[in-house]
């Protein structure tokens, strides 16, 4: 672990997302709200919040933050059967929160997965990634290709 002692603390702000893909018959499920196992994205949205809220818990060398917010939103891509998912986290702290945002998004991803597995193993999660940072002493950080 890195020292973050004598840092100081700021207001810090990470964005993060990543795609599913879905075969048609599942995302139209998903869309009318006939998942096997229930809710989808309810539950995603849970478990996503509690995930951000562990992420020093699930990776050894992450430092334990408490956060101020955590948010995950849901979009449908009908024309490609695609359910985006986009995390944003703050907090007061002395090391950023990417981490959390990155780990929302992917234990969102794979608690959708896991409730829709029965009717499709295929499903496809792709494109995890960072799309923009604020606080510390690296500042502001927006993906470009977004």
Do not use: W
Request: with cysteine; aromatic share 4%; glycine share 8%.
């Amino acid at each position: 672990m890195i020292d973050i002692g004598g840092k100081e603390a700021t207001q810090r702000s990470a964005t993060a997302s990543v795609t599913l893909v879905l075969n048609h018959d599942t995302f139209v499920a998903v869309k009318d709200g006939r998942g096997p196992k229930g809710d989808v994205f309810t539950v995603a949205k849970l478990a996503g919040i509690q995930a951000a809220k562990k992420t020093s818990e699930l990776i050894p060398l992450c430092h334990h933050i408490a956060l101020d917010f955590v948010e995950i939103n849901f979009e449908l891509d009908d024309e490609h059967n695609r359910i985006l998912i986009e995390s944003t986290v703050k907090c007061s702290a002395r090391t950023g929160v990417e981490m959390e945002a990155l780990t929302a998004c992917s234990i969102a991803a794979l608690t959708i997965y896991d409730m829709l597995k029965g009717v499709q193993r295929d499903i496809c999660i792709t494109d995890l990634g960072l799309l923009k940072k604020s606080g510390g002493k690296s500042g502001v950080y927006k993906k470009t290709n977004i």
